[in-house]
């Protein structure tokens, strides 16, 4: 059994993130492996640990340990999806901060 899957799917653990449908998601992976003035576009096993974190509720280390990978590159992974979060939200009215929008379920 891998370790994540002991864990229900639940939203994601960090309240520091957004928490995310699987639309936004998406939306977010077509972004980040669309870029073509990047040096390198983020490959799907980055997507598949930003997903497990973002979505499914898994912590950093965990989806290290599943990918093999150090628990910093799921960081960088993280961040390489949400770094275009701006490009999926409304925008936001005059006066009205984005901490503000945070949802609070």
Known sequence: ????????????????????TPEEFEA?????????DAKRRISDRSIAMARAVLLEGATYTEVGLDHGRPSSSVNHAVYSVLKNLHRILPALPSGVSAESTVRQD
């Open 28 to 36: 977010l992976a077509v972004i980040a492996r669309g870029k073509k």
């Open 1 to 20: 059994m891998r370790k994540t899957e002991k864990w229900e799917a639940s939203p994601c653990r960090y309240p520091d993130l957004p928490k995310l």
